[in-house]
């Protein structure tokens, strides 16, 4: 538990990823089966207990603390886990408190009734680090800031398998992974899983270079779809009830039961998780309403209903079907549509186009009728084949918005840009006051980085905390995807993936962009 | 109510204790800028804390300076005047006041763990006590301060290509840290921010010996590897941080036991050692004072009080604006 507990506090408060990487690495390496294993499932989020639940633990705390000053102290650490750790008033001949496997099987197997007195004693036996980490392990909220992904990149570097083969199989191993670490470590085989809880890696798409790879390639070479607007997905279909895995892997079928239970034939598909109504796809604000969420409210499946547009097939059945050419793979689809009518997935549509120009006009006018965010380039004879390979997918995404707007504050970055103001927020005129519509902190060097952070050092005028009013006299070219209607913002307007084009050093700040131009672009999508 | 007001003025005689604004006279507990203010008429305090205003805000931060050393009693007026060690930092007292029979200490701020930096508390028992409360919150329940050089410790020994700066506040906590380092052992320079350097040189000429120190400003990157450093706390977000080698952040401060806290700020190696009295340290204190009536000047007053109420003791919160609110500048 001494292990854990170094291990959990190391990740909550290093910045640095690779550091991070490094202490997961050790750590897995280091400690034996199987509580390594249990350290996985929680830091993956995939530990749960029966009868240990957040109220348990308040209940322990407050037969033992006054109520009104643990409401205080909990109002002021903001965090329950750590209210808890913190003001637990009883400490113990502080002994090393059981290893991790035994402390979770002792947790899972004591009756309901005798929890209370067990983690008491427990919190009085631990020392004031592992206390903490009991708490976040009992309370199943860690809130380090670590990824699922972060956890199974590390078992890949430590092991020298793909981080693509252990996503794969994620969802069908159990607790506590011995299988697996197995063969990480070569001394078994790879787990078998079921095939219906398989996650098979996506093929992903290289953008384009338009003045390079446009010459290269012939148009007759390659089918066109739009570039939907949502969120990649997989949708396993098999025996039993469906998965819906993310593009790394994460199981999200609880979110969607709108989808996953009305879905029917056997298949894995590929393609882009959207919202809406009868097939027409809302903004993606309104699919952000559902995603990051562990089930969906009665109110949110009826606004914003799930649907799949499916724009690739890799198992038939139980045929794997990725070593064929896309286009088979696309009759092979088509077919199984006929076959299995859906009401909750479509077909993505091919686009027809004669030549590069042609597409290039469909592609403008798809982002500015339609707001689609631009063109998939797929190459006819490509197999499906997982990760990023070269000349096989293209994405062809829309022309940029850009507007010039006046930095008016200037935030310090994190971690090694800590003493960096590298965190912008810029505004655009509205009559003879600039308003902010949005925030950037990249698109620009290193170099281009300690020029403004001298100048905003030498141009504050005010200054809150982290954060740094400058004059307004310096304009960026700030390039974004889309503009959506805000009632955040002062100006009404929130930028979609704003980012910074150019440094304007030679524009002064009255000729920048007004919040009237900025209507152009709410219109637009 | 009492011949002490709830401003902290001392009526019979128009005395204030750590006034916030210029006052004609003044009793000053200890150093730290939002006790100690620059403009009174007449101030009386220890001679350590007068010989830290001075160093600070000049020799003329005040019309005049009145030495009284501990445990002499002063009469102003028909009011006894005692100054007693509160063990915050170096110089730090308590206040006793003696009048028509009645006492008041007020604690200013205050711990009771042995520091060899400043004076070790002693506990003056009185009718009314006014104590601070930064830590007043059960949560607060500060570990050894061994223990934490022990973490730092093995965090440089782990890490010897970094540089471990250290955000202190520059009066008090930073020279604790420097003696506690030494205390564990550690006899290697300590390499000191610019702004660390008047106040560390204060406590040696008074005596307080923390051991071989150098400028950060006189070495190279490549020096700073693997060593400690001591810095203000915002110093690790300003340009200077550059010239340090791929610093670690710790920061030591009683705040620091808050992990979310330490992570929202960027602290990668949270050391919790405070100058202040915690929950357990202030309920002691409260019942051994033998007061009848508490009085909490600032910090987290209410549970405080709370607490005091149900123990049947008189509690009122004193709210004095001015007193750093969330105490990250004492701590």
């Known amino acids: ?245 993310s593009r790394t892997g994460d199981e999200i079928a609880a979110a969607f039961p709108d989808l996953v239970d009305n879905v029917f034939g056997e298949a894995v598909l590929d393609g882009e998780l959207l919202v809406g109504h009868d097939f027409m796809p809302a903004p993606f604000n309104d699919l952000q309403q559902r995603l990051n969420r562990k089930i969906a409210t009665a ?182 995807d889309s503009a959506q209607v805000s009632g955040r913002h002062k100006s009404g307007v929130a930028l979609r993936f704003p980012r910074i084009n150019r440094i304007r050093w030679d524009k002064p700040a009255s000729e920048a962009g007004t919040l009237e131009e900025m209507q152009v672009f709410l219109e637009a999508t | 109510m009492s011949f002490l007001d709830r401003n902290l003025r001392i009526t019979p005689i128009d005395v204030w204790i750590d006034p916030t604004g210029p006052r004609e006279r003044a009793i000053i507990t200890h150093g730290h800028g939002d006790h100690a203010r620059r403009g009174h008429g007449a101030v009386l305090a220890t001679p350590d804390t007068i010989a830290i205003m001075k160093a600070r805000y000049g020799e003329d931060c005040a019309g005049s300076f009145q030495a009284l050393d501990y445990g002499t009693p002063l009469m102003v007026g028909d009011v006894e005047v005692t100054l007693f060690p509160a063990g915050h930092i170096l110089g730090s007292a308590q206040v006793r006041l003696r009048y028509n029979g009645e006492t008041i200490v007020d604690t200013g701020d205050y711990k009771r763990l042995v520091d060899p930096t400043a004076q070790p508390f002693e506990l003056v028992r009185c009718d009314i006590l006014v104590t601070e409360a930064t830590f007043g919150l059960p949560v607060f329940q500060h570990p050894k301060p061994q223990d934490e050089m022990a973490r730092l410790l093995k965090s440089v020994a782990d890490n010897p290509a970094r540089t471990h700066v250290i955000g202190c506040y520059a009066l008090g906590k930073a020279q604790r840290v420097m003696s506690l380092l030494r205390a564990a052992g550690y006899d290697r320079p300590i390499y000191l921010h610019g702004a660390m350097v008047e106040l560390t040189e204060l406590y040696e000429d008074r005596g307080i010996t923390l051991g071989p120190l150098e400028l950060v400003l006189d070495a190279s990157k490549k020096d700073l590897e693997g060593q400690i450093v001591i810095a203000p706390p915002g110093a690790l977000k300003d340009r200077w941080s550059r010239r340090l080698a791929d610093p670690v952040l710790a920061m030591a401060s009683g705040w620091m036991s808050v992990k979310q806290r330490a992570r929202q700020s960027g602290v990668e190696l949270p050391l919790v050692i405070s100058d202040h009295a915690d929950w357990n340290e202030l309920r002691e204190t409260i019942a051994e004072t033998g007061a009848g009536q508490v009085w909490v000047t600032h910090g987290r007053e209410d549970a405080l009080v709370y607490w005091c109420r149900q123990q049947g003791l008189g509690s009122i919160p004193l709210n004095i604006v001015g007193y750093d609110e969330n105490g990250e500048g004492g701590e």
């Open chain 1, 1 to 245: 538990m001494k292990r854990f507990a170094q291990l959990l506090e190391l990740l909550a408060l290093t910045p640095s990823r690779n550091r991070k990487l490094d202490a997961l690495k050790t750590y897995f390496a280091e400690t034996p089966d199987p509580d390594r294993g249990f350290a996985l499932a929680i830091l993956t989020g995939a530990l749960t207990f029966k009868n240990v639940k957040p109220a348990v633990l308040r209940d322990v705390v407050t037969a033992e603390v006054d109520p009104h000053l643990f409401a205080l102290s909990y109002d002021y650490v903001g965090d329950l886990g750590e209210t808890i750790a913190l003001i637990w008033p009883h400490h113990g001949q502080q002994e090393e408190l059981p290893r991790l496997s035994d402390l979770i099987e002792l947790l899972d197997t004591t009756a309901k009734g005798k929890l209370p007195a067990l983690i008491a004693s427990l919190l009085t036996r631990a020392a004031i680090n592992e206390r903490w980490a009991l708490v976040k392990l009992a309370t199943g909220a860690l809130r380090i800031g670590l990824s699922a992904r972060l956890a199974k990149t590390a078992l890949a570097d430590m092991s020298g398998k793909p981080v693509q083969e252990i996503e794969e199989i994620w969802h069908g191993l159990t607790i506590p992974y011995t299988e697996l670490f197995a063969w990480l470590e070569d001394r078994g085989p790879r787990p078998d899983i079921a095939h219906e809880v398989r996650f098979h890696p996506m093929m992903l798409s290289n953008p384009i270079d338009e003045t390079v790879d446009l010459q290269k390639l012939a148009p007759e070479d390659f089918a066109a779809e739009w570039k939907w607007d949502g969120i990649r997905v997989q949708l396993v279909l098999g025996q039993g009830p469906a998965s819906l895995f």
């Open chain 1, 299 to 480: 109110k949110h499946l009826a606004d914003y209903p799930a649907f799949l547009r499916v724009y690739d097939m890799l198992f038939d059945g139980r045929e794997d079907v990725r070593p064929l050419p896309w286009h088979e793979r696309r009759q092979r689809l088509e077919a199984w549509f006929r076959r299995y009518p859906q009401t909750r997935l479509d077909l993505s549509e091919v686009l027809p186009f004669g030549d590069w120009p042609e597409l290039a006009e469909l592609r403008r006018r798809g982002a500015a009728e339609q707001g689609h965010e631009g063109v998939m380039l797929k190459l006819r004879t490509s197999p499906y084949v997982p990760g990023r390979p070269k000349g096989l997918w293209f994405k062809w995404k829309r022309d940029p918005n850009v507007v010039d707007a006046v930095l008016m504050y200037a935030q310090r970055g994190h971690g090694k840009r800590s003493s960096f103001y590298s965190d912008y927020t810029f505004g655009v005129w509205k009559g003879n006051e600039l308003v902010p519509i949005g925030k950037a902190y990249f698109g620009f060097t290193d170099a281009e980085l300690k020029q403004l952070d001298n100048w905003v050092r030498n141009h504050t005028i005010q200054s809150f905390g982290p954060v740094r009013e400058v004059s307004k006299e310096l304009v960026f070219e700030v390039a974004f």
